[in-house]
Every structure is written in structure tokens, then in C-alpha cells.
Nanobody, 124 residues
Framework: QVQLVESGGGLVQAGGSLRLSCAASGRTFNTYAMGWFRQAPGKEREFLAALSEMGGDPFYADSVKGRFTISRDNTKNTVYLQMNSLKPEDTAVYYC?????????????????WGQGTQVTVSS
């Protein structure tokens, strides 16, 4: 079992940057594959980025490739999402997710645990 808590969301102007953090409880964080998703009002949850349990094999959605970077620090039980060149269409609630298995996953249905989300609002 793992609990996830996101932070770092907020209001930013278009073109700006934010770094989201997702802190995980438990002592086996380095066995969990991690991912970031977002959900805008009236839209389905969207995959953004994923990373394997040891930080390899990053995988990104086309919509954020080149702008967002996923990373993790297993010594701090934390996964990050660095977001640059933000656009108004990036406005959404951002979620991190964990799967108790090795690998990299892009389907929300493959993840076992979810955080409560953090709001990101990008103004034009």
C-alpha cells in the first residue's frame, strides 16, 4: 500500500513553469512505476508521463513532449513533473499514480494508487 500526495500546483502565466511533486509513503517506493495524469473540466483523464521504478524509460504524451519532464528521487520517495512553456490548455487537475510493478505504463487502468490531485491554472 502506498499513499500519494501531490503539491506544487498553482496559477501561472502562459509561458511560465511549475514543478509538481508527488510524495509517497512507505518504504518500497523504488519498486513502484510512477505516472502523471491530468483532467480538465468536462474532459477525460489524460496521460502525461511515466517512469519506471528506478527512473529509466521515461515516456511522454505527444501533447507534453519537449515541455514536461518526469523524474524521481527514490531517496526522498518523491516523483516530480517539471512543466515548462505552459499553455492555457494545460489548465487541469494534475494527478500522480503508482503501480506496484516494474516498467512504464501509460494507461490509467494499469495504476493501483492515486493522489488527490493538485490544480494547475495557466492564464493567457
Amino acid at each position: 500500500q502506498v499513499q500519494l500526495v501531490e503539491s506544487g500546483g498553482g496559477l501561472v502565466q502562459a509561458g511560465g513553469s511549475l514543478r509538481l511533486s508527488c510524495a509517497a509513503s512507505g518504504r518500497t517506493f523504488n519498486t513502484y512505476a510512477m505516472g502523471w495524469f491530468r483532467q480538465a473540466p468536462g474532459k477525460e483523464r489524460e496521460f502525461l508521463a511515466a517512469l519506471s521504478e528506478m527512473g529509466g524509460d521515461p515516456f511522454y504524451a505527444d501533447s507534453v513532449k519537449g515541455r514536461f519532464t518526469i523524474s524521481r528521487d527514490n531517496t526522498k520517495n518523491t516523483v516530480y513533473l517539471q512543466m515548462n512553456s505552459l499553455k492555457p490548455e494545460d489548465t487541469a487537475v494534475y494527478y500522480c499514480a503508482a503501480r506496484d510493478y516494474s516498467g512504464t505504463y501509460y494507461s490509467e487502468y494499469e495504476y493501483d494508487y492515486w493522489g488527490q490531485g493538485t490544480q494547475v491554472t495557466v492564464s493567457s
